[in-house]
Nanobody, 123 residues
Framework: QVQLVESGGGLVQAGGSLRLSCAAS????????MGWFRQAPGKEREFVAS????????YFIDSVKGRFTISRDNAKRTVYLQMNSLKPEDTAVYYC????????????????WGQGTQVTVSS
């Protein structure tokens, strides 16, 4: 298993940017797909983005395409979510997750989760 710790959340005005980081420890990070999920108050947790172990394959939900990017640095054991042009509807707790496969895009593929970091976008 991999242990994950998110950071970088906070309060930002609409149109602003944040970069979330996920620091991983364990023995499987270099061969595991990584993803970001979010959960807004009163809503189900939803998939946001994922990146394959190599970094060459990424997935995004339509609502964040063109605004968010996901990247990873396996040497640093860190995954990033760069969030630009933030909207109030992006407000949520964001979770980093690790999968036991090299490519993943559904919640069922992910078995390790971070504690979450709050992102609040004001209008």
């Amino acid at each position: 298993q991999v242990q994950l710790v998110e950071s970088g959340g906070g309060l930002v005005q609409a149109g602003g940017s944040l970069r979330l980081s996920c620091a991983a420890s364990g023995r499987t990070f270099s061969t595991a797909a990584m993803g970001w999920f979010r959960q807004a108050p009163g809503k189900e947790r939803e998939f946001v983005a994922s990146i394959s172990w190599s970094g060459r394959t990424t997935y995004f939900i339509d609502s964040v395409k063109g605004r968010f990017t996901i990247s990873r640095d396996n040497a640093k054991r860190t995954v990033y979510l760069q969030m630009n042009s933030l909207k109030p509807e992006d407000t949520a707790v964001y979770y980093c997750a690790a999968a036991g496969v090299r490519i993943a895009s559904s919640e069922a593929d992910f078995g390790s989760w971070g504690q979450g970091t709050q992102v609040t976008v004001s209008s």
